[in-house]
């Protein structure tokens, strides 16, 4: 078996840690992940006005934290996939590289480097049922809160621009709720399987609450990714669990075009209120200032890719014109601003990985792509391992498909974005060298 030996960095942890690895209980770890991924959330609710290494800090409070209420005694053999490893500290041993260059850079990416793979080797020395019920019962749990304060405090609206809550903007509620959605849903499913009725109908209730905040939000990169997950998900369950196929791949292709309708609308009532404002500042500044009216009638307008995109193909062209191999000082994509005249309006890449092409260099973003791409693939293969033995063997899968999806169009790669900490928390079974293994082997 090609391997690295993992077990070094979890012994390593346990003298590290010492006796407080007796002191922390592990029934305490759902709560734990609940405050780490809360932190996210909160982070992503409030856009903290600190300094981002000061965010990062206390999310690697947070992670040792969990760590410690994960680590169950006596000892486990851990070996790690050569791919999954090598990927990951290549990649992130290259964003290191470009915060030496630019400082900025570095508290993101040394946590990464370091902190998730001890996670990693932590999480992989344990029952996988029962630590995917303690990260799935944590995110959703995380979140819930906000979303119960957004309706008790903001009333809901259901037309453009969308409903954002209590949340700096829809997109930044959109994106929570997709993981909470994600999660109950996963655990009704778990809790279906195990017989366990009212968990499942009240998980699904909670799934179903947040399926419609996304719909409300009109956040068109939450209904993609949600609705993509969906897909993906009961795809592989129809694939590997059901009986009659048939019958579920039709309610599947019902729901695709439930929601391709949706999405059409959402982007054709944007696009159309998007046309009007132009039109009406053209307008304005034609009868205040004589300025001639330049911009065609909102009936008249042909639809672009900036305009499917809100603006960021303009900001993916430009990024991928202006790459370098150790990144640039700043996420804003200056160039794009000075070309398209935006003014002070500042912007990121909107995209995951675009983002560490442009900001980390083009060699870190081809090897987060690649490292996703074998994740995705490994997590398919850990999904068809275990379906008839975990009802919990999907996770991985479902929040690869939410990262890649979201991060199409979302800057979420970072260490406690609300989706990148989901989709790192999920990563450990996918680095053992023996994806067959439900548990790493005894030492």
């Known amino acids: 078996m090609r391997s690295i030996d993992g077990t070094k960095m979890l012994n390593l942890y346990d003298r590290a840690t010492g006796i407080f690895n007796e002191i922390f209980d592990a029934r305490l770890l759902t709560a734990a992940l609940c405050a780490l991924e809360g932190y996210c959330v909160l982070f992503t609710q409030r856009k903290f006005p600190m300094r981002w290494m000061v965010f990062v800090l206390f999310g690697m409070i947070l992670l040792g934290f969990v760590t ?31 915060g030496l260059f630019y400082e900025d850079w570095l508290p993101e990416s040394l946590p990464l480097l370091l902190c998730y793979p ?13 630590t995917f019920r303690s990260i799935l019962r944590g ?14 405090t903001v009333p809901l609206t259901l037309h453009y621009p969308g409903y954002k809550g209590v949340f700096y903007d829809a997109n930044g509620l959109s994106m929570c709720c997709i993981v909470m959605t994600t999660s109950a849903l996963l655990l009704s499913y778990a809790s279906f399987r195990e017989k366990h009725g009212k968990a499942a109908i009240a998980y699904a209730a909670v799934g179903a609450w947040g399926a419609f905040t996304i719909l409300a939000t009109l956040s068109r990169s939450g209904l993609l990714a949600f609705a993509g997950v969906l897909v993906i998900l009961t795809a592989a369950i129809i694939a590997g669990t059901a009986r009659h196929p048939g019958r579920l791949m039709a309610l599947l292709l019902v729901f695709v075009v439930i929601v391709g309708a949706a999405g059409f609308k959402i982007t054709k009532d944007k696009m159309y209120e998007a046309a009007v404002e132009d039109y009406e500042l053209a307008v304005y ?5 004589g300025n001639p009216i330049t911009v065609p009638k909102p009936e008249d307008r042909h639809i672009t890719m900036d305009d499917l995109t809100s603006d960021r193909w ?12 150790n990144g ?8 794009w601003v000075a070309k398209d005249g935006a003014g002070d309006r500042l912007f990121n890449a909107h995209n995951a990985f675009f983002g560490v ?10 090897l987060l792509i690649a490292y996703t791409i074998f994740a995705f693939v490994r997590a398919f293969r850990y999904y068809f391992m275990h379906r008839h033995t975990s009802p919990y063997a999907a996770t991985p899968l479902a929040f690869c498909t939410v990262f890649i999806l979201v991060g199409m ?4 790669y970072a260490p406690f974005s609300a989706i990148g900490c989901a989709f790192l928390l999920v990563q450990a079974p996918l680095w053992r060298a023996d994806l067959s293994l439900n548990t790493a082997e005894e030492a």
């Open 68 to 98: 410690l209420t994960a680590r169950m005694p006596g000892k486990a053999k851990v070996s790690f996939h050569k791919g999954m490893a090598g990927l990951w500290f290549a990649m992130h041993g290259m964003m290191v590289v470009s």
């Open 285 to 289: 500044n034609h009868e205040t200032y």
């Open 328 to 335: 640039h000082e700043s996420s804003v994509i200056k160039e």
């Open 139 to 152: 995110l959703m749990f995380a979140v819930l809160p906000f979303l119960v304060w957004s309706y008790l």
């Open 409 to 412: 169009f979302e800057s979420v």
């Open 118 to 130: 001890v996670i990693f080797s932590v999480f992989a020395s344990r029952d996988d049922e029962k």
């Open 357 to 366: 092409l442009y900001n980390n260099g083009f060699i870190a973003g081809g």
């Open 314 to 325: 303009g900001i993916w062209m430009t990024i991928l014109d202006n790459l370098t191999w």
